[in-house]
């Protein structure tokens, strides 16, 4: 099997990047192992070490640089670097070249990561490792060098301006304060046990599904009793009545009535209760067919990582890499969180970003911080913004019809 590289289209690139200095600044930025041949290798190494020592870059420094390494007086160095010359690569085709040598790079980076996998599939490691290890090689490869000719003067100004993707949450008072949920941010929703984190969290979910696909998450609880939740949400019915199944005739009629329009009107609301692992979770993610609307998960403190004894670290790991899914779909994750004890020690105990469970990251890597505040037998919470990086803070008064699992604007 032929392997993926072109000499003449790599000796044109470290041709373009002696010859012209814009070239020149983008050629610095690839790998070493971009290039396939020693000869290139050598000098690209060579031009890096040239230009991070800010010296000037032609054919008699880098010949005096290199003549008395053996493997590049093999590669007959001094001939080819006469042959650079002599080519006159034409610069204006550098982009060519470089969409060239990066491809061929990327076909021969998955090669060698598929090659891999096999030999590790002769293992006992889990196979799930084993195919997020591939993907992400893949996606990688994918992602390498898309913008990477873009300078700052260049990029569009509407496209600047533009205004970004907003996710509105259901909840007109939400959405006015915090202006809605946007792509590429990873948002905390934080409570005490009992508040209804989870009911909100769902019912954001619900809410935006009627126009998103939304990947909803649920580590505490079964996917059975988040039906319950539905069912009692939509048909205003106490949940009571259906975790003990004490409806009635018309309670049953309102029950599938409601039920169907509910189907009909949120076809990609996805609801997972098996996945428990980091990676699976963000595997099952990229692999969705769809763009999301929204990532939901309940909640991230039972988010499982591989071999981390303290849990702080673990946590730290988790919000990170759910930020960076954020990122990479181009779409909000929800992140529901506990909080730490101490909360429950001052008398008003109302949260504070130092109250977050477990791992300091949580709040360095959290775009936006929202608590759920309130007493466990009142109808009324607050969502409380502690932070958010690109809007306002404050306060949100809503109302929770706890028998239902409801919450509503106080407008309402």
């Known amino acids: 099997m032929k392997i993926p590289a072109n000499y003449e289209y790599e ?6 990047a002696i010859l012209n200095r814009d070239a020149l600044l983008t050629v610095v930025d690839m790998s070493v192992d971009d290039f396939y041949f020693d000869i290139c290798k050598s000098l690209f190494l060579a031009i890096v070490e040239l230009h991070e020592s800010n010296k000037n870059i032609d054919a008699i420094v880098l ?10 007086q093999n590669a007959g160095g001094d001939v080819f670097l006469a042959e650079l010359y002599q080519s006159r690569a034409q610069t204006g085709n550098f982009k060519s070249y470089y969409e060239t040598v990066k491809s061929l790079s990327g076909k021969r980076e998955i090669g060698n990561a598929y090659k891999d996998a096999i030999q590790r599939m002769k293992s006992v490691e889990d196979i799930d490792d084993i195919i997020s290890d591939v993907d992400n090689i893949v996606r990688d490869v994918m992602d390498t060098g898309k913008d990477e000719l873009g300078r700052i003067i260049d990029l569009d100004l509407d496209w600047i301006t533009k205004t970004e993707n907003c996710i509105k949450t259901g909840f007109s008072d939400i959405d ?4 809605g949920l946007h792509d590429d941010e ?8 009992s508040m209804g984190k989870s009911a909100l969290g ?25 039906g319950q939740r539905v069912l009692a949400n939509i048909t205003n019915l106490d949940l009571y009545k259906f975790r003990r199944n004490r409806l009635d005739s018309d309670d049953m009629a309102i029950t599938m009535e409601r039920w169907e329009q509910f189907r009909k009107s949120r076809k990609d609301l996805y609801i997972n209760d098996t996945i428990f692992e980091l990676n699976k979770i963000i595997n099952a993610c990229k692999r969705y067919p769809k763009k999301p ?5 309940d909640y991230l403190q039972l988010m499982k990582v591989p071999s981390q004894e303290k849990r702080y670290i673990a946590v730290g790991e988790i919000s990170r890499s759910l930020k960076m899914l954020a990122k990479e779909l181009h779409c909000p994750v929800l992140a529901l969180s506990q909080l730490n004890r101490s909360v429950e020690s001052r008398v008003d105990m109302v949260p504070k970003l130092s109250d977050l469970r477990e791992s300091g ?3 360095q890597d959290a775009d936006m911080v929202m608590f759920l505040h309130g007493e466990k037998e009142e109808n009324k919470r607050t969502v409380i913004v502690a932070k958010n990086r690109n809007g ?3 306060k949100i008064d809503l109302w929770f019809r706890q028998n239902v699992m409801q919450f509503q604007n106080m407008s309402q």
Do not use: T
């Open 202 to 226: 769902f019912e954001i979910a619900m809410n935006v599904a009627r126009k998103y696909p939304v990947l909803f998450f649920s580590l505490e609880m079964p996917a059975r009793q988040l």
């Open 63 to 72: 010949n005096d640089m290199l003549a008395g390494k053996s493997h590049y």
């Open 11 to 16: 000796k044109a690139l470290i041709a373009c």
């Open 176 to 179: 006015s304060r915090v202006g």
């Open 361 to 363: 990251d949580l709040e």
């Open 186 to 193: 990873l948002i905390l929703l934080a409570a005490r046990p």
């Open 392 to 394: 306002k803070l404050g």
């Open 293 to 297: 609307g929204l990532i939901v998960i």
